[in-house]
């Protein structure tokens, strides 16, 4: 009888433990996918500005500064959803794009400038280099309504983790053998981080692309079932 | 339903003072400021339909660009707005088509053919569950119009 009420007691701490890891898992993908898109906004500012210093400075052309500015920014994008996690890649792979290409933002941007009517090879010299001009600051422009939503994200993220890191303190400071609990306590956070991790890959290679529920899903049991075992194993 | 022209309904950006700020403009109307303010930085089109105005504005952020479209009265007031758009991806807008009496189609993004239906007065509609994915819209329990689409994902690579 005394061994059944052990046995569920484990049960139950396993499982509070799991949970308090995956207030950790939570708080660290809420705060990777913000630190990447910050990290996006700062780099592909650097690159416009840059552009706009070498084209003043005369290395390059304002034709050559578009067309960088085009590349450059596809590549810095698929970087950074290189580094996101799961969960952010599926967030950012929910909508196929449908790019630009120079051609089409030359014509919008000399519309934009000169109005509707108005024709790019009509332009004069000066015109059509602003024309170009317009087009590499828009490219060192992100969207300020996801990097603010991310920012907000952010500052739950570090709560999180915050309330994770303050729950292994009480649970090392209140235990009997404390360097045993700190062990334990690292490896089950550790764990349902990594498992949340592998586990929203995991429901992205079977999902598809693009379904963030899914991922999401996949990341909070990757986490649960990862911080679970190692209690088990501890 | 029809079509406006540049003279009768257009807009003046407002450059943004921080990098957060949602770039908005002013609405110009028979080329007379209005003072009325909405959210985006290129009038895509300006639709005139009964007693009121849609418009469709994008934010001139070529490669993460998001379509704003707002649905107004005659005086103006912002009467219901959605956007859409997805982190690191963007759209063209492109193909938009009037079909009588209250229908709109166009192409922006996610490869499908987008449609917005229009109400002359708030339907009900279910928040969150109405509106196709990355359509997003302030929490309502009614809106003046409904957008209606089959967005795809990016391919996997």
Same mark, same amino acid.
């Given at each position: 009888m005394t061994a059944i009420v052990n046995n569920e007691k484990n049960i139950f701490d396993h499982t509070i433990r799991s949970l308090e890891a995956e207030i950790a898992n939570i708080g660290v993908h809420l705060t990777i996918d913000p630190t990447s898109r910050q990290t996006y906004a700062r780099q592909i500012k650097v690159m416009a500005d840059k552009l706009r210093k070498d084209v003043t400075s005369g290395k390059i052309t304002w034709v050559q500064a578009a067309e960088q500015a085009q590349e450059t920014r596809n590549l810095i994008m698929e970087i950074i959803r290189g580094r996101s996690t799961p969960v952010g890649r599926a967030m950012a792979q929910q909508l196929k794009s449908e790019g630009k290409t120079l051609n089409e933002l030359v014509a919008r941007k000399t519309q934009q400038l000169h109005g509707n009517n108005a024709v790019f090879k009509n332009l004069s010299s000066i015109q059509q280099n602003s024309v170009y001009a317009g087009i590499v600051k828009s490219a060192g422009k992100s969207n300020p309504r996801v990097t603010a939503t991310m920012r907000k994200l952010s500052y739950a993220g570090k709560g999180l983790i915050f309330v994770s890191i303050a729950l292994s303190v009480y649970t090392v400071a209140t235990a009997d053998d404390k360097i045993d609990t700190a062990g334990r306590e690292l490896a089950i956070t550790g764990a349902g981080i990594s498992g949340g991790i592998a586990g929203g890959a995991v429901a992205g290679l079977v999902c598809g692309p693009g379904a963030p529920v899914c991922v999401t899903v996949g990341a909070f049991v990757g986490g649960a079932l990862g911080a679970f075992g190692i209690g088990f194993v501890w | 339903m029809r079509k406006l022209s540049e003279k009768e309904l257009t807009i003046r950006f407002i450059e943004c003072t921080t990098e957060l700020a949602i770039p908005s403009s002013e609405i110009i109307i028979n080329q007379s400021a209005t003072g009325n303010v909405i959210s985006g930085a290129v009038l895509e089109a300006a639709v005139s339909w009964n007693d009121f105005y849609l418009l469709f504005l994008t934010d001139d952020i070529p490669q993460e660009d998001t379509l704003s479209i707002h649905f107004l009265d005659k005086e103006l007031k912002l009467l219901d707005s959605a956007t859409i758009g997805a982190?690191?991806? $963007?759209?063209?807008?492109?193909? /938009?088509?009037?079909?009588?009496?209250? &229908? @709109?189609? !166009?192409?922006?993004?996610?490869? $499908?053919?987008?449609?917005?239906? /229009?109400?002359?007065?708030?339907?009900? &509609? @279910?928040? !969150?569950?109405?509106?196709?994915?990355?359509?997003?819209?302030?929490?309502?329990?009614?809106?003046?119009?409904?957008? @209606?689409?089959?967005?795809?994902?990016?391919?996997?690579k």
């Open positions: - | 982190m690191y991806s $963007t759209g063209s807008f492109t193909s /938009l088509q009037l079909i009588k009496p209250n &229908t @709109l189609t !166009f192409r922006f993004i996610g490869d $499908t053919d987008w449609t917005v239906k /229009l109400f002359d007065k708030p339907t009900l &509609t @279910l928040p !969150f569950l109405s509106d196709p994915k990355c359509v997003k819209r302030k929490l309502a329990l009614s809106n003046y119009f409904k957008v @209606l689409g089959s967005p795809i994902p990016e391919p996997a």
